[in-house]
C-alpha cells in the first residue's frame, strides 16, 4: 500500500468517526425540538455558542472529505480507477473538491448566521 | 473420533456468505447518505433561522420529517457499521473486541431510537 492510500484511509476513518459523534449532537438538537419551545430556546443557546460554531466548522470539513472520499470508494467498488496512477490522481481530486466544499459550506455558515435576523 | 457433527466443527471459522451483507449494507448506506447527507447540511445552512418557530415548521412538513427519520437511521446503520471495522481493525484481543462492538452497536441503536421518536413527537406535535 503507497503512502498515499494508507492517508486516505486513515482520513476516511477519522473524518467517519468526527461525523460518528456529530450525530450527538444531532440527536441533542433533534431533542431539544422536541421538548417545546422554551427547551429548545435554552438548548440554542448552548447550540449557538461560539465553541460549537467552530465544532461545525469541523464537523462541515469531515462531511465534505468523507462525502468526497466516499464516492471514490464506490466508484472503486464497481472496479474502475484502481490502477495505481488513477487512484493517486483521484486522490488529488479528493482533496481539492473536500478542501473547496469544505471552504464554501464554513463560508456559508459563518456568513449566514451573520445575516439572519 | 469426536462426537461433534462436521457442520458444528466447520460453523462460525470461516465464510459463510454473510460477510458480504454487511459490506452490501455499508454501500447502500453510502448511496443513501450522499443525497440524505447533501439535503440536511444544506437545509440546515440554507434555513432563514434556528429558532424553534422556524425549526420546528421546518421538521414538520409531510416529507422532511420522514427524510429526516431515514437520515438519522441509515447516518446510525451507516456509522454502526464503520465503527465496527475500526474495532476489528485494531482491538485484536476476542474479548475486548465483542464487547467494544456490542457497546459501540448498542449505543448506536440508543441513538437512532431516540432520534426517531424526537423527529416524529415535533412532526406529530407533540410539542407545543
Not at chain 1, 99 to 111: D, E, F, R, T
Not at chain 2, 58 to 69: E, G, V
Not at chain 2, 89 to 95: L, T
Request: aromatic share 8%; charged share 10%.
Amino acid at each position: 500500500m503507497s503512502r498515499y492510500s494508507l492517508l486516505s484511509s486513515i482520513s476516511n476513518r477519522a473524518t467517519g468517526i468526527v461525523l460518528t459523534c456529530g450525530q450527538l449532537l444531532l440527536v441533542y438538537w433533534l431533542i431539544a425540538a422536541a421538548s417545546g419551545a422554551q427547551a429548545y430556546a435554552r438548548a440554542a443557546a448552548v447550540l449557538a455558542s461560539p465553541a460549537l460554531k467552530a465544532v461545525y466548522a469541523v464537523l462541515l470539513a469531515a462531511f465534505a472529505y468523507h462525502l468526497a472520499a466516499g464516492i471514490r470508494h464506490l466508484v472503486w467498488d464497481t472496479g474502475h480507477g484502481l490502477a495505481r496512477d488513477q487512484s493517486r490522481r483521484s486522490a488529488g481530486w479528493v482533496i481539492t473538491i473536500a478542501v473547496l466544499l469544505a471552504a464554501a459550506l464554513i463560508v456559508w455558515m459563518v456568513l449566514g448566521g451573520a445575516s439572519a435576523p | 473420533m469426536s462426537e461433534r457433527s462436521a457442520l458444528g466443527r466447520v460453523r462460525g471459522i470461516g465464510s459463510a456468505k454473510e460477510g458480504v451483507g454487511d459490506w452490501w449494507t455499508q454501500r447502500l448506506t453510502s448511496v443513501a447518505l450522499v443525497v440524505l447527507g447533501s439535503w440536511f447540511v444544506v437545509s440546515l445552512l440554507g434555513l432563514p433561522d434556528h429558532d424553534f418557530a422556524t425549526v420546528a415548521a421546518w421538521m414538520r412538513s409531510w416529507w422532511r420529517a420522514p427524510a429526516l427519520i431515514l437520515f438519522v437511521l441509515t447516518g446510525a446503520w451507516h456509522s454502526q457499521l464503520g465503527v465496527r471495522v475500526i474495532i476489528e481493525d485494531y482491538v485484536h484481543e476476542i474479548g475486548a473486541k465483542t464487547l467494544a462492538i456490542g457497546v459501540a452497536s448498542f449505543a448506536h441503536i440508543v441513538i437512532a431510537a431516540i432520534g426517531v421518536v424526537a423527529v416524529l413527537r415535533v412532526a406529530l406535535g407533540g410539542a407545543a
